[in-house]
T-cell receptor, first 114, second 112 residues
Framework: DSGVTQTPKHLITATGQRVTLRCSPR?????VYWYQQSLDQGLQFLIQ???????AKGNILERFSAQQFPDLHSELNLSSLELGDSALYFC?????????????FGPGTRLTVT | QQQVKQSPQSLIVQKGGISIINCAYE??????FPWYQQFPGKGPALLIA?????SEKKEGRFTISFNKSAKQFSLHIMDSQPGDSATYFC???????????FGTGTRLQVFP
């Protein structure tokens, strides 16, 4: 158990809908990362927050957004969902930012868009 | 788009054998090279990591070998066990953004 929690574990929704994925980092970790894992794209970095502020953006679609709250939990919002958004979404956390820090992954949320 | 080239895509090893997975990176600015192990239905779990200032790091049966001049690093699993059967990902750590750039993964199967 990495100490990173994610809810829900599974999510099934229809195209055009909006969903929110939630992540709680390990105790003491200030950085939260979101990654998407799909069969054709592999593990792709989406976005990083550090202590409430956006720090880095990767291949995140404009339909997706995220935030980190004062209690350091984070939410990833996916809107106008398309079939191709079906994937595993992982949250990871690390102690800090600005250097090589070990990232610990949560169990993931499996999103299925029908 | 930065890439990490990982090979082989799949690997079958007999129990007790050595499993070797290779990765090659492009950007010499990368300064952190972790390996993750992922079981079906689970999140990637950090296995072992290395910085470019050392050429080898060993933790139990797992060893990372790092060749800075060739921009390559590899994972060796000694005395491979059926419980090691999983997908392994190498990654590069971007020092400017903290993001990890992952390889495409290697599915390892260890048969008794």
């Amino acid at each position: 158990d990495s100490g990173v929690t994610q809810t829900p574990k599974h999510l099934i929704t229809a195209t055009g809908q909006r969903v929110t994925l939630r992540c709680s980092p390990r105790s003491g970790d200030l950085s939260v990362y979101w990654y998407q894992q799909s069969l054709d794209q592999g593990l792709q970095f989406l976005i990083q927050y550090y202590n409430g502020e956006e720090r880095a953006k990767g291949n995140i679609l404009e339909r997706f957004s995220a935030q980190q709250f004062p209690d350091l939990h984070s939410e990833l919002n996916l809107s106008s969902l398309e079939l191709g958004d079906s994937a595993l979404y992982f949250c990871a956390s690390s102690v800090g930012a600005g250097g090589p820090h070990e990232q610990y992954f949560g169990p993931g949320t499996r999103l299925t868009v029908t | 788009q930065q890439q990490v080239k990982q090979s082989p895509q799949s690997l079958i090893v007999q129990k007790g054998g050595i499993s070797i997975i290779n990765c090659a990176y492009e950007n010499t600015a990368f300064d952190y090279f972790p390996w993750y192990q992922q079981f079906p239905g689970k999140g990637p779990a950090l296995l072992i990591a290395i910085r470019p200032d050392v050429s080898e790091k060993k933790e139990g049966r797992f060893t990372i070998s790092f060749n800075k001049s060739a921009k390559q690093f590899s994972l060796h699993i000694m005395d491979s066990q059926p419980g090691d059967s999983a997908t392994y990902f190498c990654a590069d750590g971007d020092p400017n953004t903290d993001k990890l750039i992952f390889g495409t993964g290697t599915r390892l199967q260890v048969f008794p």
